[in-house]
């Protein structure tokens, strides 16, 4: 399958302090792309941040200072917070760079010239902090149904997007196109929300309010709607309005990665926009659920005793990025606990994975004179077995990844890491040796070796760097196209082995 790979995450909101929930996001992206590459597919993994509207502007005025400064200074967490956690981003957006803010005027431009934008007048209840209007309906006990703070009511001018006229397309689009949304529990939640009637979207701010952000091409009196904004800079990144042929290979390929939090403007606002504007719609929108400590959801401002990303310090990236990989089932909420993540740290890394690279190190060291043995021809069915399971791991690994069972496909990685395992106490190559069958010690030897190696491969786009430092200690280099790693036979036998310190050390 040559078909590309484009993953993205949404743009987070620069003001905000990255947290486990944009850490998790991230992360799972990172995991697919790192999949796709891993099987030669040409990919795209996009992330970035969301630097316009009013809490930006009213930090910014805080502290004396231009948004834009401001911004340049925040999106640094994310930055560095992203290359903390061994993301490997291809592009890294900005919604203030001109390339998208280039964009946004066109396709404002184009909209208004089709008359699919309009000016009325609006009045709602409006939250100042969290810049939405809400209607009547929507508040709770009189408050922003959000944030639950006090909204006040405010009639204003300003420009509409024609959303409600393609409630039935849309619909129909959801009902013909089962992946397009995902899970179904989301897809049925659109559903749901498409049976009351869909209201035009108000897409702009009166410039006398809110000056940061981009000015309506047709109405410069007015700035864009964070949101609309936003969501364009999936189809800039990917080279709309500015290469059309790499916009047409990557965008119908797009899989967006979100919280269920914000399923309606990824799953209604975005494709009625892209449908107005008469591009194709993505492929898929999969949301997540959510990290919860005792049913509560884990964000920045609920004062939930863990603070997640202080545990990467402890355990280490990737160890962190394994149990996040490990312990969602993706499409529910999963338990976060620090319990758990020392459970799996300990019995999974450091006991089966760490000590099985630190044994065979040691055998080989010892048996071998350090260096990959030579294996027999004819290996006996336990040893033939062992190398079957390990290659039918492949393939199934990469279909899992393909079905987001992400969960699923490391418990089975992880059983054939307690497979190799076993199958070392079993041919107990100590006892070979003593016994004299050194070339049978040397095929059980070569055969976990390789065992581990490709196991430890399959596990590389979730841990990619202590699989790095593995097999450094097996003598073995990735090869410049990483599928080619993807065969029986990569270790050369005469290859050094290396000692080193424990790779996951107790804690
Ligand atoms: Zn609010």
Redesign the pocket.
């Known amino acids: 399958m040559n078909d590309p790979f484009y993953v993205t995450t949404p743009i987070y909101y620069v003001n905000d302090e990255p947290h486990l929930g944009h850490a998790y996001t991230t992360i799972l992206a990172d995991v697919l792309a790192r999949y796709a590459r891993l099987r030669g597919q040409p990919t795209f993994f996009l992330t970035g941040t969301d630097e316009h509207g009013q809490k930006v502007q009213d930090a910014a005025q805080a502290r004396g200072i231009s948004p834009q400064a401001h911004a340049n200074e925040m999106v640094l967490r994310f930055q560095n917070a992203w290359e903390n956690l061994h993301i490997a981003n291809d592009d890294f957006i900005r919604t203030t760079q001109s390339r998208h803010t280039r964009v946004v005027t066109t396709i404002l431009q184009d909209l208004w010239d089709k008359g699919e934008i309009y000016q009325g007048s609006y009045t709602g209840w409006y ?1 100042v ?2 810049e ?1 209007f809400w209607t009547e309906k929507d508040l709770v006990d009189g408050n ?1 149904p ?2 639950g ?1 006090p909204v006040e009511q405010l009639e204003e001018t300003n420009y509409f997007f024609r959303m409600s006229a393609y409630q039935e397309w849309l619909i129909s689009y959801i009902t013909q196109h089962p992946d397009f949304i995902r899970p179904e529990t989301r897809r049925n939640e659109v559903l749901g929300f498409l049976r009351q009637p869909l209201s035009d979207l108000c897409i702009s701010r009166p410039a006398s309010r809110l000056s940061w952000g981009i000015p309506l091409p047709f109405a410069p009196d007015y700035v864009t709607y964070v949101w609309f904004d936003a969501l364009i800079n999936y189809v800039t990144a990917a080279g709309y309005l500015s290469d059309q042929d790499r916009f047409e290979r990557l965008w119908p390929q797009v899989m967006h990665l979100i919280g269920k939090d914000i399923l309606i403007t990824h799953a209604v606002y975005w494709p009625t926009m892209l449908h107005a504007i008469g591009l194709p719609q993505p492929k898929t929108i999969f949301a997540h659920g959510w990290w919860v400590v005792e049913g509560t959801k884990m964000g920045k401002s609920l004062g939930n005793a863990v603070r997640p990303l202080d545990l990467v310090e402890i355990y280490g990236t990737d160890a962190f990025r394994y149990f996040l990989m490990r312990d969602m089932t993706l499409g529910r909420d999963a338990d976060f606990s620090e319990a758990a993540i020392s459970q799996r740290y300990h019995a999974e890394l450091a006991n089966d994975l760490g000590n099985l690279l630190h044994r065979l190190v040691n055998m080989t060291q010892r048996y071998c004179e350090g260096q990959i043995p030579a294996p027999e021809a004819l290996p006996d069915a336990t040893t033939s077995d062992l190398r079957t399971h390990t290659e039918i791991l492949i393939g199934e690994t990469f279909a899992r990844v393909e079905a987001l069972a992400l969960n699923e496909a490391l418990i089975a990685i992880m059983e054939v890491v307690g497979e190799i395992n076993k199958y070392l106490e079993h041919t107990a190559p100590w006892k070979l040796v003593k016994q004299g069958e050194t070339a049978r010690a040397a095929t059980v030897l070569y055969y976990a070796a390789e065992a581990l190696r490709l196991t430890s491969l399959l596990l590389h786009p979730v841990l990619p760097e202590k699989t790095a430092e593995l097999w450094e200690r097996l003598g073995w280099q990735l090869p410049a196209r990483l599928a080619d790693g993807l065969h029986w036979g990569g270790l050369q036998p005469g290859a050094k082995v290396n000692s080193g310190s424990p790779l996951f050390p107790r804690i």
């Open positions: 939250c902090p969290d939405r922003c959000d944030c703070r």
